[in-house]
């Protein structure tokens, strides 16, 4: 497996790591317990990142040296990816002969270095896109910066030549049809899955509510993720300040904690979270918090009355699955694979568009109807129940079996000839 730009092991919720590092490190874990070896090889960032790390039995994750150590922007990176494929090379050779039957790049960055060792090794490349340029530009948050002309190119470029192209929703695959002249034949659907183990109502709303700190009686709108327009936390605090002008009441009630860190470009962005909470009255009911590890994240779904996730794009939203499971409502914007990881009246609510009135208008029909947050909640668990790990990894490695067969089919044919 390839990730150039984020390590798996790092902390999701801040820098770049989100989703798709758990994606990676879960998928790989799962796919080891199915006697798939995996190795994962990201980028050196730090002096103090050993060569290579065994996260767990069968997985493997191997730093490579690739322009400077620290942090390097998202746009900087297509320059060292020929550095970071030679990288890969060099760190194979080192280890002995990886007989790897299979290469399976995350995001287009990293598979822009699949195509170099899918072609050099021979094997096949499969691909997942997590997020598209096309798809991202077509829904960009006010003040965001549209993806770059090199990643269109990289994504088309991957599209034609990727043995099979993993796609996280049925309307995942319909845009990489539309956007990129997909070939269907060649998409596969695998739906991204959630720890079970970790994320489960455990000992209950009110055991983590008073380890967290919060009154029983509080109304607590979470929002969990990255601090980026994309994810658009902004527009949630503008919700909030209609629901109190909504139902003023309410007020003594409200808790909105903000967990995660910077993402990207936007340096400034947090703080612009932070004045537009106090240019809106609000402050008071805002909590800004560091990103947390998944156990305590589990404690924070678990105490939250509601999970928000006013997104304008996802290509699935694992958080959304993630709180489900701890028998939490989602509300999020109807975009993407929300759809999805939302079962829309049942295990939560979708609203299409960005109108803060709109999510004001839901969160008050929550505070209202206590029997309705607990009805969505259990229906929550049973949704999130269906998209274990398991069942992703098994998937996956049926992709990784056809994309093989048909490699050494095409083999056998060219040998005959």
Not at 63 to 80: F, I, N, Q, S
Not at 263 to 277: E, K, M, N, T
Request: aromatic share 6%; charged share 20%.
């Amino acid at each position: 497996m390839l990730s150039v730009h984020t390590s798996p092991l790092h902390q999701p919720g801040t820098g770049d790591a989100g989703g798709m590092n758990v994606y990676i490190i879960e998928l790989a874990r799962r796919l080891a317990e199915l006697s798939v070896e995996v190795d994962i090889y990201t980028r050196r960032t730090g002096h103090d990142q050993p060569p290579e790390v065994e996260a767990v039995p069968g997985v493997r994750v191997r730093h490579v040296a690739a322009g400077p150590l620290g942090g390097l922007r998202k746009e900087h990176l297509p320059t060292v990816l020929g550095e970071f494929a030679t990288g890969v090379r060099q760190a194979v050779a080192r280890y002995g002969p990886a007989g790897y039957d299979v290469v399976h790049s995350h995001y287009w960055l990293s598979g822009q270095v699949g195509r170099m060792l899918s072609e050099t090794w021979g094997v096949p490349l499969v691909h997942t896109m997590h997020t598209m340029a096309k798809v991202k530009n077509a829904s960009l948050a006010v003040g965001d910066s549209p993806e770059p002309l090199a990643r269109l190119a990289g994504e088309s470029a991957l599209v034609d030549s990727a043995d099979r192209l993993v796609a996280n929703t049925a309307a995942e695959a319909a845009e990489l049809v539309h956007h990129y002249r997909a070939l269907p034949e060649r998409i596969d659907v695998v739906h991204p899955g959630v720890d079970l183990d970790v994320f489960c109502p455990g000992d209950g709303r009110a055991a983590a509510r008073r380890r967290l700190g919060l009154g029983p009686e509080a109304l607590v709108v979470l929002f969990a993720g990255r601090i980026q327009p994309l994810k658009a936390p902004d527009m949630l605090l503008r919700a909030v300040a209609e629901l109190v002008l909504l139902r003023p009441e309410l007020r003594e009630r409200l808790v909105v904690p903000v967990i995660g860190g910077l993402s990207g470009s936007g340096a400034d962005y947090p703080a612009r979270c932070r004045q537009l909470a106090a240019g809106l009255g609000i402050s008071d009911l805002v909590r800004f918090q560091p990103p947390v590890g998944q156990r305590e994240l589990a404690d924070w779904y678990r105490a939250a009355t509601v999970l928000a996730m006013p997104s304008h794009s996802e290509s699935f939203g694992l958080v959304a699955l993630e709180a489900q499971a701890c028998g939490t409502p989602v509300l999020a914007a109807n975009v993407g694979g929300l759809s999805v990881a939302v079962d829309d009246g049942i295990t939560g609510r979708l609203v299409r568009g960005h109108d803060p009135a709109d999510y004001a208008r839901v969160l008050a029909e929550l505070a209202d109807r206590p029997g309705l947050t607990e009805q969505l909640g259990v229906a929550a668990i049973r949704h999130a129940e269906r998209f274990g790990w398991e069942s992703c990894a098994g998937a996956t490695a049926r992709v990784y079996s056809r994309a093989w067969h048909a490699r050494r089919v095409e083999r056998l044919l060219a040998e005959a000839v």
